[in-house]
């Protein structure tokens, strides 16, 4: 049975870092794609950042370009999201999901889903 779980969330200054981490469990983590989403209280859930299975080819959402940093290590089937100058509006429920057709973030494209950790960032 798949599964996936985050860690590694807490509440922070702005200004500040925090690194996810999700291991997975349960199904063959090499040859899937990796994403963590986000959402905040009041709104929809929405991509951050994907990373092929190899970890050669990452992507992520404009708002998050130069502060973080997604990252695999696939002999752990382990994936991390380093988030440096954390800012308020990053305050949200945070989830690793993963998946076999990643074209984008569309959330049909992924088959697994961790709970979250929640990520708080005060000014």
């Known amino acids: 049975q798949a599964r996936l779980v985050e860690s590694g969330g807490g509440s922070v200054q702005a200004g500040g870092s925090l690194r996810l981490s999700c291991e997975a469990s349960?199904?063959?983590?090499?040859?899937?794609?990796m994403a963590w989403f986000r959402q905040a209280p009041g709104k929809g859930r929405e991509g951050v950042a994907r990373?092929?299975?190899?970890?050669?080819?990452?992507y992520y959402a404009d708002f998050v370009k130069g502060r973080f940093i997604i990252s695999r290590a696939n002999a752990k089937n382990i994936v991390m999201l380093q988030m440096n100058d954390l800012k308020p509006e990053d305050t949200a429920m945070y989830y690793c999901?993963?998946?076999?057709?990643?074209?984008?973030?569309?959330?049909?494209?992924?088959?697994?889903w961790g709970q979250g950790t929640q990520v708080t960032v005060s000014s």
């Open positions: 999901a993963a998946g076999t057709r990643v074209a984008g973030f569309e959330e049909s494209a992924f088959h697994y």
């Open positions: 349960g199904y063959p983590f090499s040859n899937y794609f």
């Open positions: 990373i092929y299975p190899d970890g050669n080819i990452k």
